[in-house]
């Protein structure tokens, strides 16, 4: 970058002379930029993320928005942005700038990431009360639809569909997918969502990073501690935050899980938590095999996964016990006025779809 866009000199200190702007990491999302600039004889420095594709503005509005809601409740783990913006020059484009940190690529113990995972989902509260989060926000390219709702399950249902087509993308629609989808959406998610928020048992939306995985946790250099970006937020199940580790191939995975769970528990059905961790990941293996093509083997496992699933809950809601209870308990409706439509709404592992660089990484 041979100069810095009006846009961005407008949010930087008045009166300040840019010294370098070199790039500093790239994905195929965004490329990113170390911007060393001084003021008052005092230099600073910046991490700038440029963003040249579709929905350039709203992907840099929405990680703004998340990193921001993050700060208020783990100010420890996050690098507080500064400003979003379009570029004045080339408005397809946009950015989003923040202070630039040293990072070791490294990961936290499980102690350590526990304690500021736990920290956000308990401190964290909806400021509607409802889940969702008050814009778009995106998990890579693909869009996550946050429109509000009370219903966990209308939520998760709506990403899952969206989801399900996402992954059909790179290879032409699936047939067998589309038919295992639908029974999976109208078995599965009642049976295994609609408890949480039934039988006198309730959920807290809260606050969740939304793309919690290996690539973006890191270390800060100058106090040791994890440090946490490209997040993708939204107010929702605590567990959802989980649906990255379940597979072997990412380093933070079922032992953090595992010491999650036995920290501060499961949400109630208890019996049902490796169920609720399944379809989580499901959902996160279908946007992996839309990004990402030569990832296409594992809808074989989206496939297998959801069999299971079926297999054991056959009856879906129907199905459903109380704990203890040994006769069959009739669930009500969604009590969303958009009930009547939810059946009809409608990682990147193994390669660095994450922005490794976001607040700077030390050579």
């Known amino acids: 970058m041979d100069h810095l866009d009006p846009a961005v000199l407008a949010v930087l200190p008045p009166g300040g002379t840019v010294i370098s702007t070199f790039q500093h990491g790239r994905t195929n999302w965004s490329t990113g930029y170390k911007v060393e600039f001084e003021v008052d004889n005092e230099e600073k420095e910046y991490f700038l993320k440029v963003i040249d594709r579709p929905r350039a503005d709203e992907m840099a509005l929405g990680e703004y928005e998340s990193a921001k809601a993050l700060a208020q409740y783990i100010p420890e783990a996050i690098v507080p942005p500064i400003a979003w913006g379009r570029f004045v020059e080339d408005p397809s484009k946009a950015f989003y700038l923040t202070h630039f940190r040293y990072l070791h690529e490294q990961l936290p113990t499980n102690s350590q990431l526990l304690s500021i995972v736990k920290k956000l989902h308990q401190s964290s509260s909806s400021p509607t009360g409802k889940f969702g989060f008050h814009v778009t926000t995106f998990w890579g390219p693909p869009p996550m639809d946050n429109t509000w709702t009370d219903s966990w399950e209308e939520y998760y249902t709506r990403k899952f569909r969206a989801a399900l087509d996402y992954g059909q993308i790179p290879h032409g629609r ?190």
């Open 174 to 363: 699936d047939e067998e997918m589309c038919e295992l989808g639908e029974e999976f959406i109208q078995k599965v998610i009642p049976r295994l969502l609609r408890p949480l928020q039934a039988g006198g048992r309730s959920i807290k939306p809260s606050l969740c990073h939304g793309d919690l995985y290996d690539a973006n946790i890191q270390i800060d250099s100058a106090t040791n501690q994890p440090v946490l970006f490209d997040p993708c937020s939204f107010y929702g199940h605590h567990e959802m935050e989980f649906q990255s580790m379940r597979v072997a191939r990412n380093v933070v995975g079922q032992a953090f899980v595992n010491a999650y769970k036995n920290e501060v528990g499961a949400s109630e059905p208890q019996e049902d938590f490796d169920d609720r961790n399944a379809l989580y990941s499901i959902r996160c293996d279908l946007e992996t095999v839309g990004m990402w093509p030569q990832w296409r083997p594992l809808l074989q496992t989206v496939k297998d996964e959801m069999r299971r699933l079926l297999a054991k809950h056959p009856d879906g809601i129907a199905g459903f016990k109380e704990p203890g209870a040994t006769a069959t308990i009739t669930m009500p409706h969604l009590e969303s006025s958009a009930s009547s439509e939810l059946l009809n709404l409608g990682h990147k592992d193994g390669v660095p779809t994450s922005f490794h660089q976001t607040v700077g990484l030390e050579a």
